[in-house]
């Protein structure tokens, strides 16, 4: 089944203290982001990735970092968490052909509380 | 500025009747369009998409959407509404040699029984 897996669903932590967000694909996308959604902001987009090595940065990178050393794999890690990033994540993932622009494959979600 | 609108935070329908859901796009280039469903708990899965040709376009759960260039709309309707149907909505752009997606900040549907 065609899907993308983040991990965990949800989490509570301390302001600080470092964590990471696995997500991972299994549709052989080149493409993958990372969005939160905030009530009333809808999703805004954090990072992206069009393939192994490249990353780039969306509309609200600060305090977050990402990589992508596998096309499969894109972590999402908040190095030293604070309050102000208690949301909820969503990793996405696409294929990147050229001349269109195709839709993205949502994993469920992750609820993190930073206190 | 590229941006999406979706002027009704929340919208209650009862069951039976019809719906629309408003999307309004502000984009140079041309876009591709796009409506998604989130249920409570769970990710965004694709309703629609616009890409090119007619400007009606059937989804999934019997949705439909019909682009308005004039307009700058792409709008989200359904005839008859079903309880299964609340969730929240949101329309989104994208465009051809752009890597990012705006999305618009989301309709909360209601259903009454």
């Known amino acids: 089944e065609a899907q993308v897996t983040q991990n965990p669903r949800y989490l509570i932590t301390v302001t600080g203290k470092k964590l990471t967000v696995t997500c991972s694909q299994n549709m052989n996308h080149e493409y993958m982001s990372w969005y939160r959604q905030d009530p009333g902001l809808g999703l805004r987009q954090i990072y992206y990735?069009?393939?192994?090595?490249?990353?780039d940065k969306g509309d609200v990178p600060e305090g977050y970092k990402v990589s992508r050393k596998e096309k499969r794999n894109f972590p999402l890690i908040l190095e030293s968490p604070s309050p102000n990033q208690t949301s909820l994540y969503f990793c996405?993932?696409?294929?990147?052909?050229?001349?269109?622009?195709?839709?993205?494959?949502f994993g469920d979600g992750t609820r993190l509380s930073i206190l | 500025a590229q941006s999406v609108t979706q002027p009704d935070i929340h919208i209650t329908v009862s069951e039976g009747a019809s719906l629309e859901l408003r999307c309004n796009y502000s984009y140079g280039a041309t876009p591709y369009l796009f409506w998604y469903v989130q249920s409570p708990g769970q990710g965004l899965q694709l309703l629609l998409k616009y890409f090119s040709g007619d400007t009606l376009v059937q989804g999934i759960k019997g949705f439909e959407a019909e682009f308005k260039r004039s307009q700058s709309s792409f709008n989200l309707r359904k005839p008859s509404v079903h309880w299964s149907d609340a969730a929240e909505y949101f329309c989104?752009?994208?465009?051809?040699?752009?890597?990012?997606?705006?999305f618009g900040t989301g309709t909360r549907l209601k259903v009454l029984a």
């Open positions: 989104a752009v994208g465009g051809s040699g752009t890597y990012k997606y705006i």
């Open positions: 990735s069009m393939n192994v090595e490249v990353t």
């Open positions: 996405a993932s696409r294929e990147a052909s050229s001349g269109s622009f195709q839709p993205q494959h």
